[in-house]
């Protein structure tokens, strides 16, 4: 993830995409409308306490955003916060997301988690990282 001023040499977090139809297959009927066809493709993070408010996961999340449609040709992510986590989904709208709908999650152990999902189109992706402004 992003770094600020000096260097401290310590690992604060962690970013990547994952494929989660594979892990919530009846996610597939949430999301009308879009190309569902090589699954639904979404950023997940985490971030050490000490780093929160800093910017740095707005940052992170910008910058796989920009990675990941300069090299695929997928037409969109999905970002999926946990409800009770708002901070969490003020990083994504930061980053171009938009609120899309509600839904149920599962934690390793079965759990049921509320969460908020978001999506970013490539054209709203080109809108916002693409412009001359």
């Not at 879009?34 to 985490?46: F, K, Q, R």
């Not at 050490?48 to 940052?59: H, L, Q, Y």
Request: hydrophobic share 35%; with cysteine; proline share 3%.
């Amino acid at each position: 993830m992003g770094h600020c001023g000096k260097s401290h040499r310590q690992v604060f977090g962690s970013i990547s995409i994952y494929n989660s139809l594979l892990g919530e297959p009846q996610q597939k009927a949430a999301w009308p409308g879009l190309d569902l066809s090589e699954g639904i493709w979404e950023p997940g993070y985490c971030i050490g306490k000490a780093w929160w408010n800093k910017g740095f996961t707005t940052e992170a999340l910008r910058a796989v955003v920009e990675y990941w449609f300069k090299n695929t040709n997928s037409n969109w992510l999905a970002c999926c916060h946990a409800a009770a986590n708002p901070a969490s989904g003020r990083v994504m709208q930061k980053a171009g997301f938009v609120y899309h709908h509600d839904a149920e999650y599962h934690k390793f152990d079965g759990t049921s988690v509320s969460c908020r999902c978001y999506a970013l189109t490539r054209e709203h992706y080109k809108e916002l990282y693409c412009s001359d402004k």
